[in-house]
């Protein structure tokens, strides 16, 4: 999915929070937005997430205005991720089922995805009680296990051990390389941004 | 002191022998309160998660006026309810005054403010979490209510008891559309009223004993739920 931003404009009270005149982020491609604490990175992804609406200018994605359609295409993977107060599968289970997945390939999505995270000895625990690392993956899961077209990531692996952050980027490269989807990536760490985006994006 | 101690042994007494008269009225009691917290929980639950996520204009004044309403004095409520339905009443034809059924409506109606000015605090100030992650995961607005609701399912059963609490506990209401017509719209708090200001304690004590009781078994019902999840 390719996204194109013009004449963006975003202000906190009197405050220009963003100001960018064209910004395409390029489809099938890695882009990492990197910057200091409070440029404006992850209010751009809210943004471009669609959970941000309060703002001046055009986004389209390929071409056309937030929808629905583009919404179930789209996903997001916070810096602190809500994991819900279920089991790690039920977790990953929740953007299936409301596709309305038939379960038996519910089933082998869910086992592939926490197979290639290195999580299936999680699969019966409670989510919520996980702790940081093991919950960023499930919450890497429960985005990559229907395949969206654009991935949206917000420092993902901040704070959280050098073990999961190399499966995690490891992950995400394997999602881009195999489905060709889009990846935004918000991250201060600027090697990280090197180590995985096509293009880097700095604010 | 003695005819406290007297009235005491004699309310032990009505319980242990299950009383038919203690029987029905707690019965009773227990139908319409349960009754009106089921059907004011299923229409203010949903609503209060929807309204509690939802921006709109004018939302600080609605939340002022929610949470007035929520201390809505329970013969005011009872009055509006006789008024609609006595005879002359708009709903009059219905010919329910006095009967178990205004109860019912009179409790919902009083526990509905309630029920619905927790649970729209609630979903305002825990709810937004996790409508955001429904909505990157493809949520549409009424699955993020379910989902809330399920995630925040402890919360709204401590919701749904404190309005079942309060409408056990409740006199006016139902003091003025049921009548306290013994054996008919006879409820616990009623009784002890009338009890009281005939001087029969052993009855009013006995009842409520078990006032009490069905307090105490509501909440460790959800202090066990709550420790299990």
């Not at chain 1, 919450?139 to 296990?145: C, K, Q």
């Not at chain 2, 004018?58 to 809505?72: A, E, N, P, Q, V």
């Not at chain 2, 607005?141 to 399920?150: E, F, N, T």
């Amino acid at each position: 999915m390719e996204i194109r931003i013009e004449n963006l404009e975003k202000y906190y009270g009197e405050r220009k929070i963003l100001d960018i005149k064209e910004l395409t982020i390029e489809k099938g491609k890695i882009t990492g937005i990197t910057g200091p604490n409070g440029c404006g990175k992850t209010t751009l992804l809210n943004i471009i997430a669609g959970l941000d609406k309060e703002y001046i200018g055009k986004i389209t994605y390929d071409g056309a205005k937030l929808d629905r359609n583009i919404i179930n295409n789209m996903t997001t993977v916070f810096q602190k991720p809500y994991l819900f107060k279920r089991t790690v599968y039920e977790n990953i289970e929740y953007p299936l089922k409301i596709r309305g997945i038939n379960k038996s390939e519910m089933n082998t999505l869910i086992l592939n995805t926490i197979k290639s995270l290195e999580v299936e000895n999680l699969k019966d625990k409670k989510a919520h009680l996980l702790s940081g690392g093991e919950s960023q993956k499930i919450a890497l899961a429960r985005a990559l296990v229907f395949r969206p077209q654009l991935l949206l990531l917000d420092e993902p692996t901040s704070n959280i051990d050098p073990e999961s952050i190399e499966v995690l980027e490891r992950e995400i490269l394997r999602f881009n390389e195999e489905t060709g989807g889009t990846v935004v990536i918000v991250t201060h760490n600027l090697e990280q941004s090197k180590r995985l985006a096509h293009r880097i994006i700095e604010m | 002191m003695d005819y406290i101690l007297q009235g005491f042994r004699e309310a032990i007494n009505l319980l242990i022998t299950l009383d038919r008269e203690v029987l029905r009225i707690v019965l009773l009691s227990i139908i319409v309160s349960t009754s009106a917290t089921v059907f004011a929980s299923i229409i203010s639950i949903p609503i209060g998660v929807y309204l509690g996520i939802k921006k709109f204009k004018g939302k600080r004044l609605f939340s002022r006026i929610t949470y007035t309403m929520m201390s809505i004095p329970s013969v005011i409520v009872g009055l509006v309810v006789a008024i609609i339905l006595s005879r002359r009443g708009p709903f009059g034809f219905l010919d329910m005054l006095y009967t178990p059924k205004a109860m019912i409506i009179a409790q919902t109606l009083l526990v509905m403010p309630l029920n619905f000015g927790l649970t729209y605090g609630l979903s305002k100030s825990r709810g937004e979490a996790i409508e955001k992650v429904a909505f990157t995961l493809g949520a549409n607005k009424w699955q993020s209510v379910v989902l809330i609701i399920r995630e925040l399912n402890v919360d709204i059963l401590v919701n749904i008891a404190t309005a079942f609490s309060r409408a056990i506990s409740e006199v006016g209401a139902v003091m003025i559309v049921g009548g306290n017509i013994k054996g008919h719209t006879r409820v616990i708090t009623t009784t002890i009223s009338m009890m009281n200001s005939m001087g029969d304690y052993p009855m009013a004590i006995a009842l409520g004993l078990v006032l009490l009781l069905i307090s105490f078994v509501i909440h460790s019902i959800i202090y066990s739920y709550s420790q299990e999840d």
